[in-house]
């Protein structure tokens, strides 16, 4: 029955094209993710509903191309509440990823058969014993910062008979003891790339993350050189995880509330949509996302109105009005003028998508760049916490 399930669930990802690797496609269909999601969280209205094994549609949400949900503000006891009460409010801070981004993940890993990897961010286990599959256990290390899950992840593995390196601590130190090791994926998102990764990855070794940015988040693949240089480029496959905590972002809804009474100092028209700004599906958004570094988008709950907010005080509320587009603009900066001239600037360089930024890592000094990584064009990425 499980078999059958997870054989759908791989042939899915397989006709979608993101599982094109037979020793992807073979670890998928033996795994069972079931054994890894015995309770999780839907969104319901405001709350989050609490589901469990047995549920009425349970094993058909377990094998979906869904993410689940299974832990909220760090708290294991929300579940038991949400189970009693019904829906509870709350962040998510494990889930167990969308079936397609850890299958991209995990091809664009390019293991082989025989690699050594590090995961960040060991959650439910399902990811790692996805790896264990594939690479054996002895080449598998994984780390988690909160304890309870590494130890439900533990037993969620032996369950299924694998038994890898897990190890409770803050992965974006590596996990030294252990390095060096041929791949680091992770499975959260980080503002920037954590120097000891770089330094636990032997040379040549490839590193796979999300990246923790509010616009233009992403998928990047790094190679690592000596020390902790590596070298990388933003994948055209997108994909968006929960940040590796203590690399969260300012929040967008306290930013907003301080701008109560805030004065306009423009209201103007515009002929750019907040949508080509924001969508991961516009081509423009990684660029603007580059020039409109740190800018957040936030939402009032009115309809067709969108701010964009920066922890400088800067503001625009882009709105929608009879059909016409209208920004309005405040704090010491004019942000959507920013917004317009990377529109300008994008087109003279020829519309440049996702796929031809990289990234240069040297440490704590880390820059994306256009085309190649001596280009003049050139941002940096973010700070290292
Ligand atoms: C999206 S979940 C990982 C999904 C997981 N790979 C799976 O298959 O279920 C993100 C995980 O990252 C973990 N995490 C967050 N910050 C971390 C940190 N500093 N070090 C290690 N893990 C971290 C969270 O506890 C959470 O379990």
Redesign the pocket.
Known sequence: MALDRSQALAARLRRAGVLTERAWLDAFEAVPREV?VPRFFTASGDGWRAVSAGDDGWLDQVYSDQ?LV??LD?DDSAWERARADGPVPGTP?????MPTI?AIMLEELRTGDHARVL??????????ALLCHRLGDANVST????PA?VRT?TAALGRVGHHPECVT????RGLPGSAPFDRVLC??AVSAIPPDWVAQTRPGGLIVTTLNRPIGAGLVRLVAEEGTLAHGRVLAKDGR???????RLADPAQLLSGLQDAEARETRRTSLPVSAVLSPSSPLEFFASLELEGVLPAYSGDAGVVYLVHPDGSWVRHAEQHGKLVVSQGGPRNLWDLAEQARVRWRKLGKPGRARFGVTVDGDRQEFWLDNASSQHRWQLGSVL
């Open positions: 890894f993410v299974t832990q760090g801070t494990c889930s167990s990823s850890m995961e960040v961010g060991t959650g439910t286990g399902y990811n790692t780390v988690d910062v909160d899950l992840a601590g803050d992965g974006a499975t959260c995880f929960m940040p590796l905590r203590a690399h």
